[in-house]
């Protein structure tokens, strides 16, 4: 089985590139479908999910000052209840024995045991404003200012790193905890398909 | 013409994987040979030109504080002509107009305008110390400890981010400054070489 995590700053075009990916190798591709079945598993709202594991660990998770420490609340709970469903319904594709593409949710991490190829997809500001600006949907992206759009860049780029620090020694993003890492700056994603892919195969064969 | 630099952690085999990426594309290859040209030209021992391009500008160069400053000497001279000379043989070779691969040096930066593919080979520390240890050639190397070789290796690309510094505005090592950056960690590099001369055939065709 051949398992290919991307992991990508927003706005890299990370997304676009694993998708792709799995397009031209015929790999199964998971990224949202994860949220619509741990949504349909826990039966809550899809977008709640979303936001709240994308949102990462809510504030006043229970650490504890020398002998003090508080019980979680019920934010807390939903947010650990969520990983935990997530983290089995990712395994539980990784069980199929099917070749797939994961994009985000530290799936590098969770399936370390099935030696995946862990790619880490990046970009200059400026390359990653112009791409935020030319696929946003919503209004408010929309009309942001071009630092704005790099503000929430940074703070989603920060959440991914928090999310992933829960489950590993740090890492996200830095070279070391990734096989291969791609420079998607002024190179449409189209462009750069094939070389991932035919990286990807030699991978696999050798 | 096509260009592919490697720039590289001391001990991660970017050598290597530069000399046969070379062999597999058929491109012709530029590591010590400049090193050579650059002793030839400026009528110089090879040993003492490596040394010195190596070891990066000799302290006390002439910064500026206030009004008071102070004139190069005689080794900052040598270390300065020996840069210009090696720059200036690294675009004879671009110029040429033959496709090639060139290991270190700074070529990504001295070639910008070539467009040179440029990629970035990087491992673990425990695995650039077996690297080092198996490749040995010295006494010297062959008895330092592991965490003696970990301090050689890290003095080493301290100078190579230095002397990049010098050239262009900090970045040795950045997944910015590159294209695309392979860790060899727990790979042989003769098995990476497929994939990378695949993703640089691709890259190149686009």
Redesign the interface.
Known sequence: MKIITVSREFGSGGRELGKRLADKLGFDYYDREIITAVAQRSSLDESYVEKTLESGLPKSFPFSFGRTFSFPDPAQQNYTKLLVAQQQFITDIAEKGRDFVIVGRAADVILEKYKPLNL?V???MPSKVKRCRERATSNEELTLTDRELARKIRQVDQSRAINRQLLADGGW?E??S??????T?G?PIK??V??????????F??
Chains 1, 2 share one sequence.
Do not use: M, P, Q, R
């Open positions: 880490f990046y970009a200059d993003g070279k070391t990734y096989h291969l890492c791609i420079n700056t190179k462009k750069l094939s070389s991932v892919a035919a990286y990807c195969e030699a991978w064969e050798e």
